[in-house]
């Protein structure tokens, strides 16, 4: 008979400790996300957003005739 949990072994207690844990490289690829989201925004991007939201909103093209 097929397995159906996609990883080819039986729906035993191993398969379902096996799913609790996060993988190995799990724990960096948080550390790394969270460095990035902690890192300063360069200034040049805040002017960019500051003149962005300075800017009067667009009209569609049916808008305003």
């Known amino acids: 008979m097929a397995s159906t949990d996609g990883h080819g072994g039986n729906h035993g207690a191993g398969d379902q ?5 996060p993988p190995e490289w799990a724990d960096g690829l ?3 996300y969270d ?4 890192e300063a925004l360069p200034d040049s ?3 960019l957003i500051d003149r962005l939201d300075a800017m009067p909103p667009a ?3 049916d808008h305003g005739k």
């Not at 400790?17 to 844990?21: C, D, G, L, Q, T």
């Open 35 to 38: 460095s990035v989201v902690e």
């Open 59 to 61: 009209r569609g093209r």
């Open 17 to 21: 400790n096996a799913r609790r844990r």
């Open 30 to 32: 948080k550390q790394l």
């Open 45 to 47: 991007f805040k002017d």
